[in-house]
């Protein structure tokens, strides 16, 4: 009776995650980590997380439960015994192990994910040719501060620049599509976004993608050449958003 009374009560909680957000339930229920003690507390939750997290935000995986578990890892260095070491690593690694699920149908790719993975990349690359400001970002990012990057290369992002680059046609026309198709005042982080994927894209691919939306704006004909609009309102209000 207690093995069924837990899996349902993992499941009702689990239904909770999935329909409010982990975001709200980690508030209601925080996974925290006693620094003078080392005890934990809600660690229970990861596993529930990893089945039933859906829709979330990646940004709150950068900035809640990655710090969370670099919290862990730090703390299993410090501990005298080993017993308890290897539990805290074990911890940090269930929360490192959170990442795919938060990568489910994310709520906001454009905003965190795909600005950060060019950003990232790029960093790593003008750091190499002494970019100072390149070096700045590289150093204040939470990504980049993590023990893995040792082993991320120039040659590693040369190739995670490149595999963006082969499918940056796709990635901005859907874009640009849900850019058109958003309110103005969500419009802000898909110019971002589309701003990160234009830099590293060819010439060619941001020339086709311009002139395909200013077709759609009816700026300019079939040809190629400026239309008069100075009669149509629609085509002015959406010029000025």
Known sequence: MSVCYDLQLQECIGSAVTALGPERILTLLPISLDAENFTCSNIWLVPILNKYVVGASLRYFMEHIMPLAESFKRASHKVKKSVIGEDLQAHAHGLWGLLPVFCRYPTDTCQSFLNELVNQNRSILRSSEGDCESNTYAIKDSMIQSSSVASYSEKTATKN???LASCSMELLQALTDLFFGSPPEKRSYLK???GCL???S??????RILISSLERLELIN???EFE????SSTTEKDTQR
């Open 198 to 200: 234009a830099s590293i």
């Open 161 to 163: 620049i490149g595999a």
């Open 228 to 231: 008069n609009v100075g009669n």
């Open 202 to 207: 060819d010439s060619s691919i941001t020339k």
């Open 192 to 194: 971002d976004a589309i």
């Open 222 to 224: 079939g040809v190629g």
